[in-house]
Structure formats: structure tokens, C-alpha cells
């Protein structure tokens, strides 16, 4: 099967690194990574290059195409590429608006009766200033577009929330601003692949989303994932495909926008039940690092039945290990970092069983592997248990080294606390 993979990131490399199990894969990618050239050809078109992607595709001609990360599928890649009968593994652009626009998201959670937090939208920033000088807090402030992980505050009290609606609107992705009750509880992702209509769950995980120990300091785009989750019981699981994902799939549907990809509810478990805080149209990062080295189907054969709109209505075959992605970041991050260090121990960290390390922000310069992004790689083991995966990861993480590297010790402590939210 000749595949077409948009995009360059540890998610991508990880894609690339499972539809390579098989044998009869021919991957090429776009903008791809030095990774993905490892695994396959890469093309140098941006993933904003519609036109230019489309182009490829006529050359290559692929069997199906997986489109990684958001922008692409919000600006519309999937339409014009079906338009072309390609076999497309990601949704139209207006199903997309299901991450792209959170305020089409919120709206549309209400409609179908999707648990999720009150909330009220504002066009107006007087009138948002006016809500916040009454409102309770904690409050929690979304800018209405992509915002590149930079668009929620979680905003203790009023002082907090005015300046949070000036760095909203300095994303640019801030027309529009909802405020949202504060839920407590801890979060999950919760991703399934879909056709439109057939919905298959993903093993759950559970990322960390800031840059050090303990939940503390800013956030970033995931410094490490794990699965499955052990709050993610059978009940639980059950209960998010039934109330979440599959309302979601079918109101999808029945609205004329039938949802085509991975759909990822990212779900804050509340001693009330699961509650939507999000719904991302894609796989997530590092989530997905850390869920398909679990995957025992076969990935592209998957995607592909999903894009063609034929996915048969068979649970996927899950490993019953666990698995651990360590995410190690440039000196910096989030905030400006360190580039362009030497990274060492690459081989030798791959070499240790049931390790892989995904490349997120690798260069080549002279043939020697540089940072070349904040986040750089994701350390990714599994094993029989979460504590061997655990383990295992940090074992192979502590075998690289570049100038400055950044990593948090604590990825999936949380699943090894008593938790009063499950059973
Ligand atoms: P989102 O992009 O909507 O998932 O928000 C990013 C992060 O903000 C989430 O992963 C949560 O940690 C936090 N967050 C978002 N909405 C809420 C909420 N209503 N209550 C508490 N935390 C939230
Ligand atoms: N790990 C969070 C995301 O992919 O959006």
C-alpha cells in the first residue's frame, strides 16, 4: 500500500514507524523528517501548502493519505484531496471545525447533549469584561480558534482574567472568547478512529501537558504520555464511547458532516462523571507515541477501511502492555530555546528492547543528529507492566543527551496514586 503522510512531528515519525510493520508499506512523506526519510521518501511541501500537497498527490498517486497534524484539515486539505478521489484518513474541513472553532465545538456538545462544562461566549470584549467582574472563579478563558496550545487560561480570580483576555487576543485566535466553569478532576484522552459512522476506540492515555514535575510550570504541547490509563476502566470506557463518542459521531453525521479520522475527546473525569473539555480531529501528540506501539491491527489496513468508509465494526486488537512516551525538550522551552546541539546516545537508547525513540525536532547536520525544535524526542518503551514500561523508558532517556535537555521525571506517577475517581 502506497501511503502519503502529511506532516513531520514524533506523532508523524511514530505513524510512520507502525504502518512500516507492514511489510507491504511504501511511505512517503510531506514535509516528512529525517526519521521519516529513515522509513520511507519525503517531499518538501508544507503542510499549509494545499495546492502543493495536492500536486504530490496526483504524483504519487497513493492508496490513502493520513493527515497529521490540525492546520491542514482546518484549512480544508481532506476536501480538496477527496475532490481528487484520493482515500483521505482525517475530516473535511467542516467537521474539522470540531477543534478548529471551540465555540463550534461547544455549541455543538449542547445540541447533542455532550457532558461539558457551562459556559457562555463572547463577541464583545466589553461585555466579557462585564461577565468576568461577576462571574466565580476559578474561571476558564478559551480563545474561540487554533491557538497553538495557547488558547486557555485557567484564571484564579477577576485581575487573572483581564489579563488573560489581553493575551488571548494577542494569539490572534481570540475574536471570539468563551468563559467556562472550572472543572476539577483529572483529565484523559480519548481517541477513536471512524469512518463517519463506525467508531473503534484507541487504548486510553494520559498526557502531561506541563513542562515540569508535579503539574507545575507552563504549559506545553505534552512533555509525555502513557497508556493505557488505569482510570480508563472498562466502566468508564464504556461510558465515554456510549454518552461522548459515539453521540458525537452520529451528530456529526446527522448535522451533514460526517466525521472521517481520529476523533480525540480530551475528558476531565469528575467525581459527576467524564466531562468534554475539548474535542481535537486528529491523533493526539504525545498521546499517539504512546498508544500505537500497543496496536496489534493492522494501522494502515485500519485507515485505510476508515477513509474508504468501509471500517468493519470489529474492536481493534490491543496489546495488554503498557506503554511510556518521555518527551525530552531544548533548554528553554517553552518559551525560546537552545537549537541546533549534537544529540547523542540515539542508537543505543533504540537498541534496548521494546524502545524506540520518536524523532519530534531532529535536524541532520553533516550527517550528525541536531535539536532542531523544543520538543526534540520522545523516549517511548512498553512493557508487561506500566512500571516496567515506566522503567524502560527512563532507562533508554537517560542514554541521550544533548547540550540543555529537559525532561520530566514523573511521566505516569499519576497512575500509580489512589485515585477517588475510579470505581
Ligand atoms: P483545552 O485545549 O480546552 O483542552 O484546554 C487546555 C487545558 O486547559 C486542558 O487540558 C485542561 O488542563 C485545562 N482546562 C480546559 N478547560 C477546563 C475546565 N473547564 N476546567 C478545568 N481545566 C480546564
Ligand atoms: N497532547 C495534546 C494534543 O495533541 O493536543
Known amino acids: 500500500m502506497k501511503i502519503l503522510l502529511v506532516g513531520s512531528g514524533g506523532r508523524e515519525h511514530a505513524l510512520g514507524w507502525k504502518l512500516k510493520q507492514n511489510p507491504e508499506t511504501v511511505l512517503h512523506s510531506a514535509p516528512g523528517s529525517p526519521a521519516l526519510k529513515r522509513l520511507g521518501e519525503i517531499h518538501p511541501v508544507g503542510v499549509d501548502n494545499l495546492e502543493g500537497l495536492r500536486d504530490l498527490a496526483r504524483t504519487l498517486d497513493p492508496d490513502l493519505v493520513i493527515i497529521g497534524p490540525e492546520l491542514p484539515l482546518v484549512m480544508g486539505l481532506a476536501d480538496i484531496l477527496r475532490e481528487e478521489k484520493f482515500n483521505v484518513f482525517g475530516p473535511s474541513r467542516d467537521a474539522a471545525r470540531l477543534e478548529g ?29 462585564s461577565y468576568l467582574d461577576k462571574t466565580s472563579y476559578p474561571a476558564v478563558l478559551k480563545a474561540d480558534g487554533l491557538a497553538g496550545g495557547k488558547g486557555v487560561i485557567v484564571c484564579g480570580g477577576r485581575a487573572a482574567a483581564m489579563n488573560a483576555l489581553d493575551t488571548l487576543r494577542a494569539t490572534g485566535a481570540g475574536k471570539r472568547i468563551i468563559v467556562e466553569e472550572f472543572l476539577a478532576g483529572e483529565e484523559i484522552s480519548f481517541l477513536a478512529v471512524t469512518d463517519g459512522k463506525t467508531v473503534l476506540p484507541l487504548p486510553s492515555s494520559q498526557d502531561h501537558k506541563t513542562i515540569s514535575d508535579g503539574d507545575k510550570g507552563p504549559n506545553t504541547g505534552g512533555m509525555g504520555a502513557y497508556s493505557p490509563a488505569p482510570l480508563a476502566n472498562d466502566f468508564l470506557k464504556n461510558h465515554v464511547m456510549e454518552t461522548i463518542m459515539k453521540p458525537a459521531i452520529e451528530g456529526m453525521a446527522a448535522e451533514g458532516n460526517p466525521f472521517v479520522g481520529v476523533l480525540y475527546a480530551g475528558l476531565m473525569v469528575t467525581l459527576a462523571g467524564p466531562r468534554l473539555l475539548e474535542f481535537n480531529a486528529r491523533f493526539g501528540d504525545p498521546e499517539t507515541q504512546a498508544i500505537l506501539p500497543l496496536i496489534e491491527s493492522d494501522l494502515a489496513e485500519t485507515l485505510l477501511a476508515a477513509a474508504s468508509k468501509t471500517l468493519p465494526d470489529r474492536e481493534l486488537a490491543i496489546s495488554p502492555k503498557s506503554c511510556v512516551c518521555v518527551v525530552m525538550s531544548s533548554e528553554g522551552y517553552p518559551g525560546p530555546h537552545r537549537l541546533d546541539d549534537p544529540i547523542t546516545g540515539l542508537d543505543a537508547a533504540n537498541a534496548l528492547p521494546d524502545t524506540v525513540v520518536f524523532e519530534a525536532g531532529v535536524a541532520e547536520r553533516d550527517g550528525i543528529p541536531v535539536t532542531a525544535g523544543g520538543r526534540v524526542l520522545g523516549v517511548t518503551a512498553t512493557g508487561a507492566t506500566l512500571k516496567d514500561a515506566v522503567d524502560r523508558a527512563y532507562e533508554a532517556a537517560k542514554l541521550v543527551d544533548f547540550k540543555g535537555a529537559h525532561y520530566r521525571r514523573d511521566i505516569a506517577a499519576k497512575a500509580f496514586k489512589v485515585n477517588p475517581l475510579s470505581g
Open 101 to 129: 472553532s471551540k465555540v463550534f465545538a461547544k455549541d455543538f456538545m449542547v445540541r447533542h447533549g455532550l457532558p461539558t462544562a457551562n459556559y457562555a461566549v463572547f463577541y464583545d470584549e466589553s461585555e466579557a469584561k
